[in-house]
């Protein structure tokens, strides 16, 4: 059997290896997506004070942490059983808002952007943040860099750090917000409404007018028909912050809908020899391996699954662009996994108008923003949607507030087995008969860029020796053939 | 107009996985001694790429502490790095939203009045990184402290 590795990826968050195995014949029989192993986290947090997880789990991932940090303060909420004033969580939506502005914006424009803007056939070497900006103009550019500084210096104006906030307690949050920082949050919203139209005008004009971009997004390469999961609010209308979680089926039809504590009897994980992280399924459906359909218990999560899962925008702009998509792309569901690109600007517009809104909401200067809290803590489960996907933090403590238990499930994981399948089909389609096709690795980085992959990000050393590679071994394990990249 | 000249020293890693957090310790043990220093911040920052980046806006000299993995030299070992030695490692894949030298040149471009004049970054060998702790082995916490040192001479002169 042959092996083709690719490792590490460009522009993914967090290390990556990519191994295709070949057969006899030298045609794809399996592709593995593995990342390394970070070893100890449950131990490192149990005897700890469930105080201190929003602040060590918000360390698990530079890229964000706003998400760790909120499920977290969520799951404080449910293990002190305290419910935290409005204000508290308006206040919460709020940076967690801009969080997502500032978070679309990166990848949109740095990491998956790249693809699309400057082109899927461009030479890699083109194909980054200098790419897109030679493109789009540097007028432009600047213009993205302001925009994403700005909702960074929204989330740091209520979060107290630019990088790791540090509001979040059970009940609430550690301070209100001043009447001239409401105000000038107000501005920044207004121009990252203006903002996010852009960049969708900006994807209409590059991408959508282009048949050749359009045909890739729709053909069947990068297509899978899974379930979607997303969290809804109480008209099925996408949340980022708060909800009960829905699952809808590869036809569109509602196939679930569970409050968080109720986790554990919809997710399963299921556990392979050749890998670190596990792949969650639907319990009820079961798992039937690396498959699609109805019949298999593969749901993805992130930008288009929450789409998927919702039967709406609570914005009217985003509403707009939301049905746009799928009239555009053929009605709901939409399973092209490129599609994920186009459904991140969407909640782009979603989560710049909602920003607005709240910014505008006068009770967001209430001073009381913290509850008391009364209650023994016991256990808790909090969750929040991640930009990866659904984030699901689950503590257990005893009667002083010691941690006992924790389980997380992480945005990306939900999609691990996705990202799997995604690999494999772009890879079959250019190994041939042992042949491998030079396109290879565009097509493949592209299957799972579009989810935004981010694992085990929790190492921030300085690069060492990593350029891409693709290792070819013959069928006796024999190194033939290694292409490096840079 | 020129007011008075601030630096930055910016310790980065993660302190809750062992060795990689040994920035954030340099940056804390920097932190006590300089801090009559009113002409220098002290800042820690679990993240990279653009995030470090904008840290670094508006400061005239920033000093960045990191833990660095090559895997060919011993652990503890001291690099003192200018950005023109990051240009060989542009290209390199990076745990982070973007790798460093990309990042850096995104700020040229894009900020040049923002940016720093001078960015020296000081990394630390280290080798394992992968389970959750708070504890730093030996050789680099003494290597930290050599750290520390360097730095408060590169101050004075």
Redesign the interface.
């Known amino acids: 059997m042959k092996t083709v590795t690719i490792d590490?990826?460009?522009r993914?968050?967090?290390?990556g290896k990519i191994s295709i195995f070949l057969d006899d014949r030298g045609n794809v029989a399996n592709a593995y997506f593995q990342v390394?192993?970070?070893?100890?986290?449950e131990?490192?947090c149990e005897g700890r004070f469930v105080e201190e997880m929003p602040d060590?789990t918000a360390?698990i991932c530079?890229?964000c942490?706003e998400a760790h940090h909120m499920a977290s303060t969520k799951t404080l909420d449910a293990v002190f059983n305290v419910e935290p004033s409005s204000a508290a969580k308006k206040l919460r939506e709020l940076l967690y808002s801009a969080f997502y502005v500032y978070d679309h914006t990166?990848h949109f424009y740095?990491?998956g952007g790249p693809d699309f803007v400057v082109g899927p056939e461009a030479p890699p070497?083109e194909r980054?943040?200098?790419g897109v900006?030679r493109k789009v103009g540097?007028e432009a550019?600047?213009y993205v860099?302001k925009q994403?500084?700005d909702a960074?210096e929204i989330v740091s104006m209520i979060g107290g750090r630019?990088?790791?906030p540090t509001f979040g307690v059970p009940g609430g949050i550690s301070k209100p917000l001043k009447e001239t920082e409401r105000a000038r949050i107000e501005e920044m919203a207004k121009e990252e409404v203006k903002f996010a139209q852009f960049s969708l005008k900006l994807f209409e004009d590059i991408v959508l007018k282009n048949k050749t971009y359009v045909d890739l997004i729709t053909g069947d390469t990068y297509t899978h028909k899974t379930y979607y999961m997303g969290l809804v609010d109480d008209k099925n209308r996408v949340n980022f912050y708060d909800g009960k979680i829905r699952v809808v089926d590869p036809d569109g039809n509602e196939f679930v809908k569970f409050p968080a504590s109720d986790y554990l009897n919809h997710l399963e994980e299921r556990v392979e020899p050749w890998s670190y992280l596990k792949f969650p399924y639907l319990k009820k459906v079961g798992w039937k391996g690396f498959v699609d359909g109805k019949n298999s218990g593969v749901y993805r999560a992130n930008t288009l699954a929450r789409l998927n899962a919702a039967d709406g925008m609570a914005t009217p702009l985003a509403q707009e662009q939301y049905e746009k998509l799928y009239e555009t792309l053929g009605g709901k569901p939409v399973h092209a996994t490129l599609a994920f690109h186009w459904a991140r600007l969407v909640e782009l517009l979603y989560a710049a108008e909602r920003l607005l809104e709240l910014s505008q909401d006068s009770e967001i200067t209430d001073p009381n923003v913290r509850r008391p809290i009364t209650e023994t803590p016991s256990e808790g489960v909090g969750v929040v949607e991640a930009p990866r996907g659904t984030l699901y933090h689950h503590y257990q403590t005893d009667e002083r507030g010691i941690v006992q238990k924790v389980n997380l499930i992480v945005g990306t994981t939900n999609n691990h087995a996705a990202i799997c399948m995604s690999i494999k089909k772009a890879a079959e389609g250019l190994i041939k008969n042992g042949e491998v096709s030079p396109g290879i690795l565009n097509m493949v980085e592209m299957a799972f860029r579009a989810y935004d992959p981010c694992f085990a990000?929790?190492?921030?050393?300085?690069?060492?020796?990593?350029?891409?590679e693709v290792d070819i071994y013959d069928s006796r394990g024999k190194l033939k053939k290694r292409l490096t990249?840079? | 107009m020129k007011i008075k000249l601030k630096t930055l020293i910016l310790g980065v890693g993660n302190e809750i996985l062992g060795d990689d957090g040994i920035g954030i310790q340099v940056a804390r043990d920097l932190k006590k001694r300089l801090r009559r220093r009113t002409d220098i911040d002290v800042k820690e920052a679990s993240a990279g790429g653009l995030r470090l980046i904008e840290e670094m806006l508006d400061y005239d000299k920033v000093i960045v502490v990191d833990a660095i993995a090559t895997g060919k030299t011993e652990v503890g070992r001291i690099f003192r790095l200018s950005p023109s030695e990051f240009d060989s490692t542009r290209h390199l894949s990076s745990s982070h939203d973007l790798n460093f030298a990309t990042a850096l040149r995104l700020g040229e471009n894009y900020a040049p009045n923002r940016m720093p004049k001078e960015i020296v970054v000081y990394a630390i060998e280290i080798k394992d990184f992968s389970v959750f702790t708070k504890r730093i082995t030996a050789k680099v916490r003494e290597a930290g402290l050599r750290v520390v040192d360097a730095i408060l001479k590169e101050l004075e002169s």
Do not use: S
């Open positions: 590490p990826i460009t993914l968050e967090g290390h390394p192993e970070l070893r100890g986290f131990k490192f060590i360390r530079g890229v942490p990166t740095i990491l070497e980054n943040i200098f900006i540097v550019g600047k860099i994403r500084m960074l630019k990088v790791h990000c929790a190492t921030h050393t300085l690069p060492g020796q990593m350029p891409l990249r840079f």
